[in-house]
C-alpha cells in the first residue's frame, strides 16, 4: 500500500497595485502578497515554484502576518542552497491553526505573474488576504518603520 500526496496550484500576480512592506527592515519596497493556508489534515506541506517570470521569496506565518513586525509568528522561509536561489517551503502544519503564506520577491520593486504548487497529505485551500491597496496606503508604507520587540 502507498499514500499518493494532494497536489494543488495557485496562480497570481504582483502588480503596482499590490501591497509593498520593507522586507526584513530593509529601506527597499517588495511588492507581496499573502494567503492564508487552510489544510484538512495534519502533516507536512510543501511549497514550490518554478518557471515563473520573476524570482519569489516567501515565509509562512502562525496566526497572523503584521508586515510592521516581520519576525513576529514567522514559522519558515524560503532558503538558500549553495548560494542558489529557490523558492522553497516546507513545514509540518496542523488543521485548525490559521497559516498566513507571504510571497514576495527575491529583489525589491519587482511585479510579475508567479505560480505556486502545494503538496501534502490532504487537500489545501488558499484564501488571498490582500488583493491590492489603496495609494494612501501605499504612501503611508513608504513611512514604515521596522520595529522588534526585545
Do not use: W
Not at 3 to 30: A, G, H, N, V
Not at 104 to 133: A, D, E, M
Request: aromatic share 14%; glycine share 4%; hydrophobic share 30%.
Amino acid at each position: 500500500m502507498f499514500l499518493l500526496d494532494f497536489q494543488r496550484t495557485y496562480e497570481s500576480k504582483l502588480t503596482e497595485k499590490s501591497r509593498i512592506y520593507s522586507r526584513e527592515c530593509s529601506k527597499e519596497s517588495f511588492h507581496y502578497e499573502s494567503i492564508e493556508l487552510i489544510v484538512a489534515e495534519n502533516g507536512f506541506y510543501s511549497l514550490n515554484s518554478s518557471n515563473n517570470t520573476i524570482r519569489l521569496y516567501g515565509y509562512i506565518y502562525q496566526d497572523q502576518f503584521d508586515p510592521s513586525y516581520p519576525h513576529e509568528n514567522l514559522l519558515t522561509q524560503s532558503s538558500f542552497a549553495c548560494n542558489k536561489h529557490r523558492f522553497y517551503l516546507g513545514n509540518i502544519l496542523e488543521k485548525n491553526r490559521i497559516y498566513i503564506l507571504v510571497v514576495t520577491t527575491l529583489y525589491p520593486n519587482v511585479r510579475g505573474s508567479f505560480q505556486l504548487l502545494v503538496t501534502g497529505p490532504s487537500n489545501v485551500t488558499f484564501k488571498r488576504i490582500s488583493k491590492s491597496t489603496s495609494s494612501e496606503t501605499n504612501n503611508r508604507m513608504n513611512e514604515f518603520v521596522c520595529r522588534f520587540d526585545n
